[in-house]
């Protein structure tokens, strides 16, 4: 029999372990949305200046074999991204293979490199994904790539092959937005379902369903009850109760298939994985069209355990908080009315304070978007780039473009602004950023605002390698997939298509010019292009371009 001071130290050996283990979990970014799949991480100091293009704070550069997307899972000495194969000069620029990297976060030299081959080709360097966008995952002994051409598989940290698996691509348009997530043993993947699969349905042969995967052999565990968008980034927490669970999304332009509209929380606690906590659709409350553009679900469905949040496009444009424990509609908030909006004005060099405003009579200064008559400022928050964290939902606000068919004609707007608004009060706030930044070495900073900028997806040989002019843009009018924010101890990081980066005090009393910390950049203006989430470790930043990735730190 163990003697009570024994069990007493069994037990504090057992507290202290679990202790370490947590530690070492939180220390490293395993996953797009971290350690443990929120986006967020309110430990550790992460670094608020840099800049590439001056050599500032940046601790090693790695030039890259291609071009490619998606985010960086990090683990102690270990780092993995995926690139496309190298490209050669007058091939086609779409392609449905993509190579696995893993780097050593110490020098950011290149360990290995492991071939993914897929089945349905996507555009290179497309605005809104490619074969290349979802984020690998690790557990600190392994390494599972995702090549979203159709397939993934494990790799020991030595690059040995565990397994591989062939699974069904989406179908064109090629947007991506689902991010594989890491719990226990079970990897989160979004995929339709095989015609030999349980559930499976002629009529629903594109719906795409959430599937747990073993991430020991590669065999399906489990598959959700409701449907999911392809296109929505599903994001993993847990209940005031503290119960796993993920929420997803259904409906979106572009026809897809998963009803009814709306969101969905689905359980991962064991026993109960994949099944339907609460679901909810707008077809409950009356009052405007319920269909894929007034409510869509291409947003990174970010939540907390109290809050979970989307937005409706129309008739006026609304954030939506939701109880997630039940999944109760509790307020609808609106983002145009008794506003905040914290403007650059061009002929002053200065900001200028709208406080308390109506957003439709708003005017825009930056001649690239002028209001014709009759028309009115809708404000459209980016898809993927938002994130609810410190009472606040966070979220680019998308510019110029008149998608809004079910309003008062308009554009889209306010231009290259930052908003929030609080869960609590409904307070909508909107801060206009510096479009890019220009630096040179030895040189003063040359800040743009409210001016378009084209950028240019030059791989490392000189090659232009994007398929479509639109990957040429700012990424701001089109709207592209800019890659979801993450919020690290009270700062949240938002990144463009330029490969700039808003370090936004997430915990500001207003949404002003004060709240904006620095505007950083992955090198010079124009000539860099960039996708993707950033990742966190040990102190360190970790970003990637399309020619190279970056350690950003103190030496």
């Known amino acids: 029999m163990i003697s009570p001071v024994k069990r007493c130290l069994f037990a504090c050996v057992v507290a202290l372990g679990a202790l370490a283990t947590r530690t070492v979990a ?5 996953q797009a949305g971290g350690p443990d799949g929120s986006w967020r991480l309110d430990k550790g ?7 590439v293009a001056k050599q500032e704070h940046i601790v090693w550069r790695t030039k890259l074999p291609a071009g490619g997307q998606g985010g960086i899972a990090v683990w102690g000495n270990r780092l993995f991204l995926t690139t496309f194969e190298e490209y050669h000069a007058g091939e086609p620029k779409f392609s449905a293979n993509i190579l696995g990297h893993c780097l050593d976060t110490k020098t950011g030299k290149i360990l290995w ?10 555009p290179l360097m497309y605005a809104y994904s490619d074969s290349t966008s979802w984020t690998p995952v690790t557990d600190g002994k392994h390494v599972w790539f995702f090549n979203c051409s159709g397939e993934m598989g494990c790799w020991d940290f030595a690059g040995h092959e565990v397994w591989k698996r062939k699974f069904l691509a ?4 090629f947007n991506k937005q689902h991010e594989p997530i890491l719990y226990g043993d079970t990897i989160l993947s979004v995929e339709p379902l095989a015609p030999t699969e349980p559930g499976y349905r002629a009529d629903r042969a594109f719906w795409h369903y959430i599937r747990g995967i073993d991430k020991n052999t590669g065999k399906t565990r489990w598959i959700a009850e409701d449907g999911t968008t392809y296109y929505c980034t599903s994001v993993m927490g847990r209940k005031a109760d503290g119960k796993l669970a993920v929420v997803h999304g259904r409906g979106g332009p572009h026809g897809v298939p998963e009803r009814p509209i709306g969101i969905s929380m689905t359980s991962l606690e064991a026993g109960e994985e994949g099944k339907t906590v609460w679901r909810w659709s707008p077809e409950e409350v009356p009052g405007g069209p319920v269909d894929g553009v007034t409510f869509n679900a291409l947003y990174t469905m970010s939540w907390t355990p109290q809050y979970t949040c989307w937005f409706r496009h129309a008739p006026e444009e609304s954030h939506l908080v939701f109880d997630s424990n039940t999944g109760k509609l509790l307020r609808t908030q609106s983002l145009v009315k008794n506003a905040d909006y914290y403007q650059w004005d061009p002929t002053k060099s200065a900001y200028i304070s709208h406080l308390n405003v109506n957003m439709r009579d708003m005017k825009d200064f930056s001649p690239a978007v002028p209001l014709q008559a009759g028309e009115v400022m809708h404000v459209f928050p980016n898809w993927a780039s938002n994130i609810v964290a410190y009472g606040y939902h966070y979220f680019f606000t998308s510019t110029g473009h008149r998608r809004n068919g079910y309003a008062p004609p308009g554009l889209s707007g306010p231009s290259h602004c930052i908003g929030r ?6 307070k909508a706030e909107y801060l206009e950023v510096p479009v890019t930044v220009e630096r040179q070495p030895g040189t003063a900073d040359k800040v743009i605002y409210d001016t378009p900028v084209r950028t240019r997806p030059i791989d490392n040989n000189g090659v232009d390698v994007a398929a479509e002019d639109r990957s040429r843009t700012d990424g701001w009018t089109i709207p592209a997939f800019f890659g979801t924010p993450i ?3 009270g700062k949240i990081y938002l990144s463009t298509m330029l490969g700039i980066t808003y370090v936004i005090d997430g915990r500001a009393k207003k949404l002003d010019p004060k709240a904006l910390l620095s505007v950083n950049d992955m090198g010079p203006s124009g000539e860099t292009w960039s996708l993707n989430s950033l990742s966190f ?5 970790y970003n990637r371009s399309l020619r190279e990735v970056v350690c950003i730190g103190d030496k």
């Open 26 to 30: 939180a220390d490293n970014w395993p």
């Open 45 to 51: 100091h992460a670094p608020v200046a840099w800049s």
């Open 113 to 122: 490199s492991v071939k993914l081959q897929g089945e349905n080709a996507s």
């Open 170 to 173: 989406p179908g064109e348009p």
């Open 421 to 426: 608004i609080n869960l609590e009060t409904g």
């Open 487 to 489: 919020a690290i101890n």
């Open 537 to 541: 470790s040990n102190g360190r930043l």
